[in-house]
């Protein structure tokens, strides 16, 4: 420990190293329902609210409550440096804190120092802020434990951008995530050792593995994904996503990502018309066949006759 500037305030430092990948180690750190299950440091409180829009300049947020309700505080400041994988530095009143996260040999060391405050003793403070970190790390442990595979996985080939490709879907659609990035323990054919290699996540609830196997093989038709959509509205807006983020239309709800994967948008209305069969389902396929994007009123026209 060092003081600096204003002799109120000490520079204090805690540390842990958590075994797990940094992607996985940062996306704890960072996301709103992970801080949620790691940021106390006792047994008796929790935290139950939790807000992160993590860019520079962008806010967060913490309440911290006992569990019987006797107390309560908020955490709150502000981002003013973001290096993805590597450093985060906030302000939070006149005080200010930097994290540092260090990949190693036994797993990445996540080093916090931060300004003291003058209400509680340096050895109260240290050891309560030592004692959140070490609740990360049993959180991050607990978590890559709790991690089970799926009996049934889409596995999805890319050139090389996985993972854009799957922070693009959870973006994009409901019930979607990024899960563990993996990387190259060793040269391959088109990557490096510590390449991303493959990238877990999920689609409206389906499991898929992005895997970066460089350009051999190109996507078609022959695959697609199908998300469902209750109106116009839900309709447009993942069309929209899609097409507005380098893809490009096609015909009868169809459309490819940036990335040439096929997408089917598909308003329950239309497979709906279809599975009633006859002169409805003729006529709503008929408006469909002349169609790029589904026109919802259209379908529901069509089925009227």
Same mark, same amino acid.
């Given at each position: 420990?060092?003081?600096?500037?204003?002799?109120?305030?000490?520079?204090?430092?805690?540390?842990?190293?958590?075994?797990?990948?940094?992607?996985?180690?940062?996306?704890?750190?960072?996301?709103?329902?992970?801080?949620?299950?790691?940021?106390?440091?006792?047994?008796?409180?929790?935290?139950?609210?939790?807000?992160?829009?993590?860019?520079?300049?962008?806010?967060?947020?913490?309440?911290?409550? %006992?569990?019987?309700?006797?107390?309560?505080?908020?955490?709150?400041?502000?981002?003013?440096?973001?290096?993805?994988?590597?450093?985060?530095?906030?302000?939070?009143?006149?005080?200010?804190?930097?994290?540092?996260?260090?990949?190693?040999?036994?797993?990445?060391?996540?080093?916090?120092?931060?300004?003291?405050?003058?209400?509680?003793?340096?050895? @109260?403070?240290?050891?309560?802020?030592?004692?959140?970190?070490?609740?990360?790390?049993?959180?991050?442990? %607990?978590?890559?434990?709790?991690?089970?595979?799926?009996?049934?996985?889409?596995?999805?080939?890319?050139? #090389?951008?996985?993972?854009?490709?799957?922070?693009?879907?959870?973006?994009?659609?409901?019930?979607?995530?990024?899960?563990?990035?993996?990387?190259?323990?060793?040269?391959?054919?088109?990557?490096?050792?510590?390449?991303?290699?493959?990238?877990?996540?999920?689609?409206?609830?389906?499991?898929?593995?992005?895997?970066?196997?460089?350009?051999?093989? #190109?996507?078609?038709?022959?695959?697609?994904?199908?998300?469902?959509?209750?109106? @116009?509205?839900?309709?447009?807006?993942?069309?929209?996503?899609?097409?507005?983020?380098?893809?490009?239309?096609?015909?009868?709800?169809?459309?490819?990502?940036?990335?040439?994967?096929?997408? @089917?948008?598909?308003?329950?209305?239309?497979?709906?018309?279809?599975?009633?069969?006859?002169?409805?389902?003729?006529? %709503?396929?008929?408006?469909?066949?002349?169609? #790029? #994007?589904?026109?919802?009123?259209?379908?529901?026209?069509?089925?009227?006759?």
């Amino acid at each position: 420990m060092e003081a600096i500037g204003d002799p109120t305030f000490t520079w204090l430092k805690v540390e842990t190293t958590v075994a797990a990948p940094i992607e996985q180690v940062w996306r704890a750190y960072t996301t709103p329902a992970d801080i949620m299950n790691w940021n106390a440091a006792s047994d008796d409180w929790h935290t139950t609210k939790a807000t992160v829009d993590l860019r520079e300049g962008g806010a967060f947020s913490s309440r911290m409550e %006992a569990k019987d309700g006797s107390i309560g505080f908020d955490f709150a400041g502000t981002y003013t440096k973001i290096v993805e994988h590597k450093r985060i530095e906030y302000a939070f009143g006149d005080r200010k804190a930097e994290i540092e996260f260090t990949p190693g040999p036994k797993g990445v060391t996540v080093r916090v120092t931060f300004d003291s405050e003058p209400t509680h003793s340096i050895e @109260q403070q240290q050891g309560g802020w030592q004692a959140i970190l070490d609740n990360f790390a049993r959180h991050v442990k %607990a978590k890559s434990k709790e991690r089970t595979v799926a009996k049934n996985t889409i596995c999805v080939w890319y050139d #090389k951008d996985a993972e854009a490709a799957a922070r693009f879907y959870a973006e994009t659609f409901p019930e979607s995530s990024v899960g563990a990035i993996h990387r190259a323990p060793s040269d391959y054919p088109f990557g490096k050792a510590g390449d991303v290699l493959t990238v877990e996540f999920t689609v409206a609830g389906i499991p898929c593995l992005g895997l970066n196997g460089g350009p051999a093989f #190109k996507h078609s038709e022959a695959f697609s994904f199908q998300i469902a959509t209750d109106d @116009q509205q839900e309709t447009d807006r993942y069309w929209n996503a899609i097409v507005g983020n380098g893809g490009q239309e096609s015909a009868c709800g169809w459309c490819k990502d940036k990335w040439g994967v096929s997408w @089917q948008i598909t308003p329950r209305v239309l497979t709906d018309a279809l599975a009633a069969g006859g002169d409805e389902a003729k006529r %709503a396929f008929e408006a469909m066949m002349g169609m #790029k #994007k589904i026109d919802v009123t259209a379908i529901e026209a069509a089925r009227r006759g």
